[in-house]
């Protein structure tokens, strides 16, 4: 699927992207991406989206884990209900341990999923052009929408080293 | 030179050039050991454990010596790739994916060695809980099945820590790999594009990741010390072990990451980007767990030698440094205490060899250190009458030897494959601080 209609332009230094990005939400530009072989805290904080809530994923997971665990031991223990080195049948200090570690153990695999839908989402070629050099050095913003004239203008005002139409 | 952005991956990415006479060497050498490990293993497997020098009271030996010594390796790439990722400490930036590749093939290499010495090994599988028509369950009040938990769940977690942080970097490898190179990086940058979308999904994700880790590593040597604190037996039975074997933990594992570090700075031509700054700072990490180990050690002792002659807690200890072991005692004090001592002194700090010599002296410490504490109290336990003198067979010591072969095989097949730097981190940390240099006379 091709990218959506935009201009794109490459920068070498992450300071000239952060202005490129700045400059053209001022210029009108509502929809502005970027992809970059780094996460440049100034980008980041020029295209000011909100922190990623994968937490809302995470930490389900996490209490999903700890359920888990409790289920795992208690539940286990109860169905066969044996004394063993004359402790209760369910003895929660020990149990903790096994607790501890399904609920480290799902919340991390859930993260590990939550990471990868997200990577998806945002990394198909709809929304952003294929181009090698911004996995390595380059990094690239990308101007959707809008007079894409003026987004040139923009673009090379604040230093871009190529600047292109795509989509 | 200033490292720049493609001076960086050029550098990288020359690590997984065509292999020399010497890779092929070392690592047909590394097969070699892991085959005859295994090869002496087979023989218990065919014979039974009466190859070993096992024989009660001493019931554990070099094999569980082993596992705790691995284990331990294992913990210095989470530490450093998580804990300090937490701590914010920049240092970590070009040394930390040695550690967590370190870490894999660590635990990869540990959790064979409770399995090797199981009776019957082909029922390990009765350690974990699975649906069965009896309805039996393992017990969890048992350390034993504690270990199962903690250790895959270590083994499962570093993995995923090691992959989710090669993905970006594998993306950057791809764009400009071919043949097999490019199918592998394909697979493992995930769909990764560095989009500002998949960024702000990662670095958050990246952040729960080390938030998960972090307790889990302190968790890991814990349980591994309670399968010794949790008995009655004198000499193990102490609530100092789970602080005691995290540190040491740590300190084994950082001075492997030094022992290995040093030479592949150097073989792999990464001196650009692992500096002796960065060497330094793990010194410093070393400094600080044997002190830590120190003072485990003068507690654990001092505190016995206060008993009464007939306690069998002062007996034990008198025993581990004067006994039959006595010399191998005085060695781990020397090798844990003494060695990294010098290291107080900037000047040893900068000379590599030194510091290459200071750490492999602390490996050979901490593998006495776990014999010391498995072996030395059993073969001195609370019955005069059953005390006994355990001696590792030559198979036992073939599987030691194996087990590092086994662990050297694959660190040198997944350092031709995995990116030995964080590219990523490393690009972050250029565009703004610029790379820690080679200097290190503010750090003396």
């Not at chain 2, 399968?227 to 074997?245: C, K, M, N, Q």
């Not at chain 2, 000047?347 to 010391?372: C, D, P, Q, S, T």
Request: glycine share 8%; proline share 6%.
């Amino acid at each position: 699927m091709p990218a959506e209609p935009g201009v794109l332009g490459s920068f070498g230094e992450p300071s000239a992207a952060a202005s490129a990005v700045r400059a053209l939400k001022s210029a009108g530009f509502t929809d502005v991406r970027v992809a970059m072989p780094a996460p440049f805290p100034e980008v980041i904080a020029a295209i000011g989206k909100p922190r990623s809530r994968i937490d809302f994923v995470t930490f389900p997971g996490a209490l999903l884990g700890l359920l888990c665990g409790i289920g795992l031991t208690v539940g286990t223990s109860l169905a066969w209900p044996l004394i063993t080195g004359g402790k209760p049948v369910v003895s929660i200090p020990p149990f903790v341990i096994v607790i501890f570690e399904v609920t480290v153990l799902i919340g991390s695999l859930t993260n590990l999923v939550a990471v990868s839908v997200g990577s998806w989402h945002g990394g198909r070629p709809r929304v952003f052009p294929r181009h090698p050099t911004f996995n390595a050095e380059r990094i690239g913003v990308l101007a959707v929408g809008g007079d894409p004239s003026q987004a040139e203008r923009v673009l090379r005002d604040c230093g871009a080293e190529e600047v292109g139409r795509v989509g | 030179m200033t490292l720049s952005f493609e001076r960086l991956q050029a550098t990288v990415q020359a690590t997984h050039g065509r292999p020399g006479r010497g890779y092929w060497l070392l690592l047909a050498s590394a097969a070699a050991l892991a085959a005859f490990g295994g090869w002496a293993y087979s023989l218990i497997v065919r014979n039974g454990l009466y190859l070993t020098g096992l024989e009660r009271p001493g019931n554990w030996g070099n094999l569980i010596t082993d596992f705790v010594f691995w284990v331990g390796i294992a913990h210095s790439g989470t530490l450093i790739s998580a804990i300090l990722f937490l701590f914010r400490a920049k240092f970590r930036t070009a040394v930390y994916r040695v550690a967590e590749m370190m870490t894999v093939f660590a635990v990869m290499t540990a959790g064979l060695y409770p399995i090797f010495h199981l009776g019957r090994p082909w029922f390990a599988y009765w350690l974990f809980p699975y649906p069965n028509q009896r309805a039996i369950w393992p017990n969890f009040r048992s350390p034993l099945i504690w270990d199962v938990f903690a250790i895959s769940t270590y083994f499962i977690v570093s993995t995923v820590f090691l992959l989710v942080g090669v993905a970006p970097d594998a993306a950057a490898l791809r764009d400009r790999a071919a043949g097999w190179r490019k199918r592998l990086y394909t697979f493992l940058a995930f769909g990764w594009r560095g989009t500002d979308e998949q960024w702000r999904h990662y670095t958050r994700a990246y952040l729960f990741f080390a938030a998960f880790a972090t307790p889990l590593v302190v968790s890991v040597h814990s349980v591994v010390s309670w399968d010794f604190a949790v008995s009655i037996l004198p000499g193990w039975h102490s609530t100092l072990f789970p602080p005691y074997f995290v540190a040491g933990a740590i300190l084994s594992g950082v001075a492997m990451v030094i022992v290995i570090l040093v030479p592949l700075r150097r073989w792999l031509r990464l001196q650009e980007i692992i500096t002796p700054l960065h060497l330094d700072m793990l010194c410093r990490l070393v400094m600080l767990t044997s002190l830590i180990v120190t003072y485990s050690y003068a507690t654990e002792i001092l505190t016995a030698l206060g008993e009464p002659a007939s306690d069998p807690e002062r007996s034990t200890f008198v025993y581990r440094m004067t006994g039959n072991y006595a010399p191998l005692f005085w060695l781990m004090v020397a090798c844990n205490c003494l060695g990294p001592s010098l290291l107080f002194s900037g000047k040893v700090r900068r000379n590599l060899r030194a510091v290459f010599v200071i750490a492999l002296l602390v490996n050979v410490g901490m593998w006495l250190e776990r014999f010391n504490i498995v072996v030395t109290s059993l073969a001195h336990d609370r019955n005069p009458f059953s005390w006994r003198v355990y001696t590792p067979s030559w198979v036992e010591w073939a599987m030691t030897f194996g087990s590092f072969g086994w662990f050297f095989f694959w660190f040198l097949v997944g350092i031709k494959i995995l990116p030995p730097v964080s590219i990523a981190e490393m690009k972050e940390e250029l565009a703004h601080e610029g790379h820690a240099s080679g200097e290190v006379a503010h750090a003396g």
